[in-house]
């Protein structure tokens, strides 16, 4: 990490002082944060009701997370004999060369409507 990174990271620029472009990183970093801590806020939340979902919204919920966390999927397809492995391999390849941080969005996205669905409170 380059020293310059490294102080917007740990705040050690004043904001009065920097130029537009580390304002737009420093800007660009509480985005990213933001994001993280909804995407894990409803990685916890969907599990009230991770049950009443369909398949498909299990298998949409499964290749979001990983694609969030992992990113692209580099497994091994497994045996067509494994149906819910091959299932939920399919679902995560589908999204291809899709960024970490649009899965997170996404799988946000689709989280806080299942929960509104279900009559749950959405995570803001």
Known sequence: M???RFLVVAGRYNSHRT????QQIR???RT???LQNRFLDTSLKIQTVFEATTTDEKLKIYA???QGTKGKNFKAK???VDFEGAAKWKAW???GNMSQEEAQ???VDLVNSILLKAGKEPVV
């Not at 130029?19 to 580390?22: C, D, G, L, N």
């Open 78 to 80: 497994p045996p067509p």
């Open 105 to 107: 969005q996404k799988y």
């Open 27 to 29: 800007s660009h970093v």
């Open 93 to 95: 390849d589908s999204l």
């Open 32 to 34: 990213l944060a933001s």
């Open 19 to 22: 130029s537009p472009q580390v």
């Open 2 to 4: 380059s020293t310059l």
């Open 64 to 66: 979001l997370y990983k």
